[in-house]
Each structure stands twice: as C-alpha cells, then as structure tokens.
C-alpha cells in the first residue's frame, strides 16, 4: 500500500552519458538532475504556500544544483521539505501497519473490532431494518388510505341520494354577515 | 417527546463517567438507540395534527421529519469525529461530545416547540454548541473569523425577531402554533406592520440562508470540524426553513406583495451560488456554496406558500440533509489524509480509494438531483409551483438545476477522475468506519424514495 520511491539523492560520478544529458536538458549546473514531472508539479504547488504532507517517501523538488559526493565545498542540496523525524511526530505512520484489520475506530485492535461490530449491528440491523420494519407497519400513517376510501364512500353515497358531489361554497352563505352598502 | 429527550440528557453522564476504552463506542451505540425511539413519532394520526402533545412540546407532520432528521445525525457526527478526535486528550473528546448531545436537546426541543418564543429561546441556544465547535475544533486561523461571521450574522437577525414576537404576543395574547393557524386575519395595515413582517421572517431568512445574507455559511462550514459541518448543513440551516414554514401562516395577507423581493433574491441566489461553485478551488467550499443554492431554492418555495411549494420545500429540506452531510463526510476523507481543502490537489481518486469513488458518484448524483430520490421530488415540486406563480422564474430555475448539474459533475470529475497526482499516490486506505457512515446516510435517502410520505408534511 505505502509505496516507497527513492530516486537518487546524490549527484554520483560524473560521467560521458552526464555531460550528454547535461546538453540535451538544457540545465545550467554541472551534475544538475533533471526534476520528475512530479517534482516539477510539487515545486509548482509548493509556491501556493501549502504545507504537502510527505506521505511515503516522494522526495521533495529540488531547486539548487546538488554537487558531487566527493566535493570539498560540501554539498549544497536543499534540504527536505519535511524532515523524516518531524514526520514520524506527527504519527503518518499508517495504522494498516501495526494492524492489518483496522477499521478505522482505535488504535486498540480489540476495541478496534467491537466498536466496528456495534456501529454495524446497532446502524443497520436496528435502526435501519427494526426502524424500516417499523415505518412500513405502521398503520396507514397520514390516514391517506383512510381518505381514499372516505371519498369513495362519500361520492357513492351522494350519487345515490343524487346531490352534488362538493358543496360550491365552503361555508356556510347564511352564516356571513356583510356590512351593509350604505355610506357611512 | 420525553422518550427521546431524557436519553439524549442522559447521554451527558454517560460520556462523562464512561470509561475512555469505551466511549466513542458506548456513544455511538446510545445514539443509534435514541434514533431508533425517534422514529415512533412517525406514528401520527392526523385527526388533530399535533401528536406527542403537552403542554411544552409537540410533534407534527412538518416537524417530525426534522427531529427524526436531528436524531439520525448524531451517530453519525460521532461516527464521523471518532478519527480525528483521536489525538486529543480524553477530557476535551468528552467535552466535544457533550457539545454534540447538547446540541442535539437543542435542536429537539426547537423542532418540537410549541410556544414561538420557546422555539425562539432553543433557535437561539443552538448557536453556542456550533460556536464552540467551530472555534475551539476548526483546523485554521479563519475560524474565528468564521465564528464571529456566523455568530452575529444570526444574532443581527434574529434580535428583530424578538421584538416582533413580542408585539405579537401583545396584541394576540398568544403565540403557542397550536392556536396562531387558527387567528383571525391580523389587522396589518400599517407601514410598521411591514417592518413587523420583516422583523418576523428576516432570522430565517439569515439562517436558510437567502443569498444576500449568505456570507457567514461559507465560512462557518469551512472552517468548522467534520461534525459542525455535519450539523450546520444538515440540521441548522433547516431550522430557518422550519421557522419560516411556521411563522408564514399567520404572516397573511402581508406576503403575497412582501415576498416578492425575497423570491428573486432567492432564485437568483440558486443561479449566482451555483456559479460560483464552478470557480471553487476549495472543496468545502463548493459543498457550503451548494448548500446555498439548495437552500435557496427551499426559500422560494416556502414563500411562495402553495401546497406543492410547502411540501417541496420539506422535502428538498430532509434529503438535502442528508446529501449535504455526506458530501462533506467524503470531503473530510480528503482532507484527514491530505490536510488540504484544495480539490486540484488529490485527483484521479477512483483508481486508488474505488469504493470511495462510489459514494462520490451516488452523491453527486443525489447532489445534482437525480430521479428517483427525494432530493428530485423536491425540487421539481417547487420549480413546478414557481412556475404556476410566474411563468419568468423558469429560466432562473432551469438555470441554476442546469448549473448545479455542472458544478456536481465538476467536483466529481476534478477529485475522481483525471490523472493521479502524486500526494495521493501513498494515502492512507478507507476506513471501515468511513465506509459505514457513507452507508449510513446513503441508505435512508434510498429508503425514503420508498415511502416519501413520510416527508410530505401537512399540506399533501
């Protein structure tokens, strides 16, 4: 899972092949690896100011010439980004590798395991299945069916007795009281 | 009622005095007992309309969902928090708990109030959990600009709500829902009563949010913690939607020339948020801009206040909730292995986490509105009443589902497809846990395509 990719750090030895590829990169100092694509898109992205994680081992871009191993100046190479002691601080040591069966829980395997049981069983087996079996029991929530079956006996009823199906007015016209027209 | 509250307050003891081998554990299972209770308020019958009556508090069809809603979603903020929590000392876990219990009795008895100055009370005592949360749990500097935003844009706006509520208990000598549906029309004539109608709506309209006060919703649910996230999208913003459904039927006649502005801020709100998200960078972000635009739509349809406007609000409201919180889940997968928000960062996700990139895509397809989930049931509902309103909102509808449809595809196609870049290459496998909390949301909204009159409210 956790790929670990080491290019190489120093500049090694210099050699034919070196000088030709010097020429064909184009790069100005001696020795000068050419950046990875994914390099060159992390150095791209690190300008934003975002911190990267170093997650696995992908090394970080590198801006300045690296010289030679065996050179008396020593060797100028940018340091990392992020230094592997800070890194393992920060605990991105995967859980995965302490424990292959980690759920996401704890880091306690045991504790790991029950917590992921009783998520299961109490998320899905009770409040899903019990709560589902419960909502399509549930007798005719909304009295839904219950108006269905009014309307039908209603409509029955007044085609027998031959009066309109609904009233035109919904209340009563007897009942309202207008103020009378005259002026005031 | 008490049936859910007094677990949920005696969840309280529990976490304090539980041992810490087993919390996250014993919280997770208690919760998911107290959501399986709510959901006997399901149970209604609809002769009065009001169940699980006292004198306090009641449940009917519009509220029920969203308790049952609010109930469902504290397992899985825990659920959600169990990672990243990990690392604090035990004390402060049991604190970021109980913030979560107490906003969950908060958002109960809010739901379930009866008296609006009650609801008023609890609308209020939700924002202090959510502005803890947000301050002491949120992962950048921001987030006490975030806090302030979100703390005194909702304060500015409910302090006229106040004032109106209390006028109206003045001049009506009761504010309790169960009587308000049934007053006589108000006398309001007068040009203050339009400072009145505006005093009443404006915090709801602040919370939802409506477009032109939207500022502090970005914010917030960026820089809030996994589960503040969870709860603001989710739970919080339907708080407006609620108060505005309640309040609105006694707002006549006021309304049908008042609301006109605040439709087309609304609509254009759908159109401008959703354009916005296409510039993203950030991937929470574009979730809260979504929430926006979503919430947007809900506004419009409630004030548009026909049956089919009602319930596609509702509607809309529930499976929001449930879209939206999950989609900040899957963000926070990103984000706890990354530790950035920027979506041009982990890309080509499918080849490496395949059974993340299934969520992704069934929740970008409940994002962008597909048939047959709710989340589509809603919205044509309402773009359908808009249209009987006015024939001219059709193209600001069409146009914001047309740009939610790019948006949606856009955060997919930019996080799990394309090519691999290389911080992702060595991420971290999912976790059990987060494919149970994907689940966990995923399988009600399928459920509910089953029966959604559960979520119709009381007009359908």
Known sequence: MLRHRFPPLGGGTARPTDLIRRKSTGLPFPGQQSPSPDDRMLSR????????????SVPPARFVSQSKQNSSAGSSAVTELHNREEKSEHGEVSQYVKNPDYHGFSSDPVADEWNMKVGFFMGISVALVIG?????????HGMRQWARREAERIICQREQQGLPLIEENYYDPS???????REE | MLMVLAPTMMLLPMIWLCSSAHLWTSALAHSMAIALISLSWLCLPMEAGWSSLNTFVATDPLSTPLLVLTCWLLPLMILASQNHMAKEPINRQRTYISLLVSL???????????????FYIMFEATLIPTLIIITRWGNQTERLNAGIYFLFYTLAGSLPLLVALLLLQNSTGSLSFLTTQFFPPLQLHTEASKFWWAGCLLAFLVKMPLYGAHLWLPKAHVEAPIAGSMVLAAVLLKLGGYGMMRIIIILD??????SYPFIILALWGVVMTGSICLRQTDLKSLIAYSSVSHMGLVAAGILIQTPWGLTGALILMIAHGLTSSALFCLANTNYERTHSRTMLLARGLQMILPLLATWWFLFTLANLALPPLPNLMGELMIITSLFNWSNWTLLLTGAGTLITAS?????FLTTQRGPVTSPVVAIEPTHTREHLLMVLHLLPLLLLVLKPTLIWGWTL
Do not use: C, N, W
Request: glycine content about 8%; cysteine-free; proline content about 7%.
């Open chain 1, 45 to 56: 992205l690190s300008k934003f100011g975002l911190s990267l994680p170093r997650l696995g």
């Open chain 1, 132 to 140: 589902g079996t419960f909502i399509h029991y549930l007798p005719d």
């Open chain 1, 175 to 181: 009942k309202i009281i207008l103020p009378s027209s």
């Open chain 2, 104 to 118: 969950q009795i908060f958002l109960v008895l809010a739901f379930g109030a009866t008296e609006m100055i009650m």
């Open chain 2, 253 to 258: 006649p006021l309304t049908k020339q008042l």
């Open chain 2, 407 to 411: 948006y949606s595809l856009h955060m």
